[in-house]
């Protein structure tokens, strides 16, 4: 079974950082990618950033310059590291993981950028 559990969320005001984390389970053999998805009230899930098992990464336009990803291969967690946030990143970012057998995500965690 798969589980991810993320943290890092919270209140902010705009032009501060947080680093969300998401730690998959232990005995996942082989994840081949990892990343972060977000999703405002009344809009889609969209890209916010990726990492391959081979440390490729790709972002979403939005937030390019000022978001860090990065994994911890070996403990199965990866990192969002925001730097410089605005009130228009508010949302739910939920952490994903794409495995052999599929595609899994985490139940959220709230980011909410005060102006």
């Known amino acids: 079974q798969v589980q991810l559990v993320e943290s890092g969320g919270g209140l902010v005001q705009a032009g501060g950082s947080l680093r969300l984390s998401c730690a998959a389970s232990?005995?996942?053999?082989?994840?081949?990618?990892m990343g972060w998805y977000r999703q405002a009230p009344g809009n889609q899930r969209d890209l916010v950033a990726t990492?391959?098992?081979?440390?490729?990464?790709n972002y979403g336009d939005s937030v390019k310059g000022r978001f860090t990803i990065s994994s911890d291969n070996a403990n199965n967690t990866v990192y969002l590291q925001m730097n410089n946030l605005n009130p228009e990143d508010t949302a739910v970012y939920y952490c994903?993981?794409?495995?052999?057998?599929?595609?899994?995500w985490g139940q959220g965690t709230q980011v909410t950028v005060s102006s």
């Open positions: 994903n993981v794409l495995l052999v057998i599929g595609s899994y």
């Open positions: 232990k005995n996942i053999f082989k994840i081949n990618r």
């Open positions: 990492i391959t098992s081979g440390g490729s990464t």
